[in-house]
């Protein structure tokens, strides 16, 4: 099983800069990519930013180009990060690591909030 913990999360307001960090560990060998997913309320959970470990890293229409995806490992745990820049008010959720596709196992997310 695959322990996620994310992390980075909080209020900024509308053009402000978050960075998100997550670490993935325990069975974490079979994991060829890595995303970040966010669930806005009464929305469904979405995937935001993949990527494997070539490099080659996908993005949700509505953050291209404002969110950057990074991961970095050890033999202990897989390292993702968000950089999220010139946030807007609808970037607004919760947000969760996972691998790409997602494990059965979610963390617990970080709030982000973006005020107008």
């Known amino acids: 099983q695959v322990q996620l913990v994310e992390s980075g999360g909080g209020l900024v307001q509308a053009g402000g800069s978050l960075r998100l960090s997550c670490v993935a560990s325990g069975s974490i060998f079979s994991i060829n990519a890595m995303g970040w997913y966010r669930q806005a309320p009464g929305k469904q959970r979405e995937l935001v930013a993949s990527?494997?470990?070539?490099?080659?890293?996908?993005?949700a229409d509505s953050v291209k180009g404002r969110f950057t995806i990074s991961i970095s490992r050890n033999n202990a745990k897989n390292t993702a990060y968000l950089q999220m820049n010139s946030l807007k008010p609808e970037d607004t959720a919760v947000y969760y690591c996972?691998?790409?596709?997602?494990?059965?196992?979610w963390g617990q997310g970080t709030q982000v909030t973006v005020s107008s």
């Open positions: 996972n691998a790409h596709p997602p494990r059965r196992t």
């Open positions: 990527i494997n470990w070539g490099g080659s890293t996908n993005y």
